[in-house]
Nanobody, 123 residues
Framework: QVQLVESGGGLVQAGGSLRLSCAAS????????MGWFRQAPGKERDFVAR????????YYADFVKGRFTISRDNAKNTVYLQLNSLKAEDTAVYYC????????????????WGQGTQVTVSS
């Protein structure tokens, strides 16, 4: 059974940084695309970033604008999202997700999801 467990969220001041982790287990993820999404209160869930587990290729939402970095550690089966220069509007629950058949950004293509980790940025 696939499990994705996020950690690393918290409360941070504007301009600060956080590193989110997503520990994956339950199968071999070498052919998967791993994505990060976020959902702010009262809003829809949005794509943030994705990474191909096989070749490390990354893609980001426009609003990231060089502030966030997605990476992976194959040995630890863990995907990271480094959040820098955080803004109040980055406040959201951040979700890790896995897609076996798609390399895109549509959340409907991601079959496996973690429980989410809260990021709160104070201004």
């Amino acid at each position: 059974q696939v499990q994705l467990v996020e950690s690393g969220g918290g409360l941070v001041q504007a301009g600060g940084s956080l590193r989110l982790s997503c520990a994956a287990s339950g199968r071999t993820f070498s052919s998967y695309t791993m994505g990060w999404f976020r959902q702010a209160p009262g809003k829809e869930r949005d794509f943030v970033a994705r990474i191909s587990w096989s070749n490390g290729r990354t893609y980001y939402a426009d609003f990231v604008k060089g502030r966030f970095t997605i990476s992976r550690d194959n040995a630890k089966n863990t995907v990271y999202l480094q959040l820098n220069s955080l803004k109040a509007e980055d406040t959201a629950v951040y979700y890790c997700a896995a897609s076996r058949y798609s390399s895109g950004s549509d959340q409907n293509d991601y079959a496996y999801w973690g429980q989410g980790t809260q990021v709160t940025v104070s201004s």
